[in-house]
């Protein structure tokens, strides 16, 4: 990257990110590489990561509003569903986790309705995030979900709404809260409980028993980041309650390029599917991996 480049490229982030606290800009400079050793760190050790006021006082309002301008094009799911987003399975017992169901009220904000222009996109785009997360979760490289609903997407929890129990479809998942609700809305998770080796069922279960021994909660705050490992970690947004809506940004990427999410779960969360999606449907698709969802 030469001088101009990246001067374009520091002036993209400028007041979005505070990149005194947080250099993303500088990996390769002493307070670049310190960043990215607590962040590594924190990640082995419980799967989660958040930097907190990574978004300035500043910018805070503008990115508030945005979603708050965004978030009357939720699409709200209210359903029942397990931590699979599965069907049950007759053949197990009523206690176990496939057959452990509970309601799950959310709405979220397609990524065709995120035009380029917003300021949740440029942070989702821009090289020096991409390659800020990359780094963070032990990667040369991350992309940009192929999937045109699921690569950026809202989440718009009003009163009442949660999100029980379940897993990410990705390894890793990258969010940013721009609204805190007037109470719950607590994130909390099970780290690591699962594996591509299995799923440790009777973990999941103990958890679903309420079993409270592994679990972690934090309080986000807006302007907060989190990078978490939700493709082995159970977990969940407690109920939200009163008037004020929680506003959550999820940036999507994937370790290799071209990433679609099943056509069901498209037509589940975002009561719709996208063109490439019906294509999958007809041909067909397979994961890399042997886990339940």
């Known amino acids: 990257m030469n001088a101009i480049q990246q001067q374009d490229s520091d002036t993209s982030l400028d007041g979005l990110i505070d990149l005194e606290h947080y250099p993303i800009h500088r990996l390769t400079e002493a307070r670049g590489r ?3 050793r607590q962040c590594r760190e924190q990640l082995a050790q419980d799967g989660c990561v ?34 699979y987003n599965s069907d049950g399975d007759d053949s197990l017992p009523a206690s176990h986790p496939r057959n452990r169901f509970d309601d799950r009220t959310n709405g979220f904000v397609a990524g065709d309705r995120i035009g380029s222009d917003t300021l949740i996109r440029q942070v989702y785009t821009h090289p020096d995030f991409q390659h800020f997360i990359a780094s963070v979760v032990g990667m040369d490289d991350i992309h940009q979900y192929a999937d045109p609903l699921a690569d950026l997407v809202v989440n718009v929890l009003r009163d009442g709404c949660q999100h ?4 990410d479809t990705n390894e890793f998942i990258v969010t940013m809260m721009t609204r805190k609700s007037d109470a719950g809305g607590r994130f909390e998770y099970a780290a690591g409980i699962r594996s591509p080796e299995g799923e440790n069922f009777e973990g999941v279960e103990k958890v679903l ?28 947004v407690t109920p939200v309650r009163g008037e004020r809506e929680r506003h959550t ?11 679609i999410g099943r056509p069901e779960r498209a037509q589940r969360i975002f009561g719709r599917m996208a063109p490439i999606h019906e294509r999958l449907l007809k041909e067909g698709m397979q994961r890399s991996d042997n886990l339940a969802d």
Do not use: C
């Open 209 to 236: 028993d309420g079993d409270r021994s592994r679990l972690t909660a934090i309080d986000l705050k807006p302007g907060d980041l989190q990078i978490f490992f939700g493709r082995y970690s159970l977990h969940r």
């Open 50 to 83: 958040v930097l907190e006021g990574f978004v300035p006082q500043e910018a805070l309002a503008r990115l508030e509003q945005e979603t708050e301008r965004l978030s009357p094009l939720a699409h709200y799911n209210q359903t029942v569903t397990n931590p």
């Open 164 to 167: 029980p129990w379940h897993y």
């Open 249 to 259: 940004v999820i940036f999507a990427y994937a370790k290799e390029p071209g990433f």
């Open 34 to 36: 310190e960043l990215m």
